[in-house]
Nanobody
Framework: QVQLVESGGGLVQAGDSLRLSCAAS????????MGWFRQAPGKEREFRAA????????YYADSVKGRFTISRDNAKNTVYLQMNSLKPEDTAVYYC????????????????WGQGTQVTVSS
């Protein structure tokens, strides 16, 4: 199994930045990559970004391209999501998830999930 713990969420104003962290432990050697999703109240979980270990390719939802950056610190087994120019519509609980294969945009392509971290952006 893979255990994932997110941190870094908080309350910020529109235009501010936050960096989310996702610390991985357990059988990380079997992972193919990591993704970030968000879920707002009453809405489905929505893809934000993904990083594939092999080749380091990154993938982003259209609404975050140019504002969010996903990266990895191999030594710390940690994946980050740098979020700049935050907007009130970015408000949600953010989850990291272990990618097992398939479409990066689909929740079914991920098998282990963290507990989530709340991001609130005020206008």
């Amino acid at each position: 199994q893979v255990q994932l713990v997110e941190s870094g969420g908080g309350l910020v104003q529109a235009g501010d930045s936050l960096r989310l962290s996702c610390a991985a432990s357990g059988r990380t050697g079997s992972s193919y990559g990591m993704g970030w999703f968000r879920q707002a109240p009453g809405k489905e979980r929505e893809f934000r970004a993904a990083l594939r270990w092999s080749g380091g390719s990154t993938y982003y939802a259209d609404s975050v391209k140019g504002r969010f950056t996903i990266s990895r610190d191999n030594a710390k087994n940690t994946v980050y999501l740098q979020m700049n120019s935050l907007k009130p519509e970015d408000t949600a609980v953010y989850y990291c998830a272990n990618y097992r294969g398939g479409s990066y945009y689909y929740t079914g392509s991920y098998d282990y999930w963290g507990q989530g971290t709340q991001v609130t952006v005020s206008s």
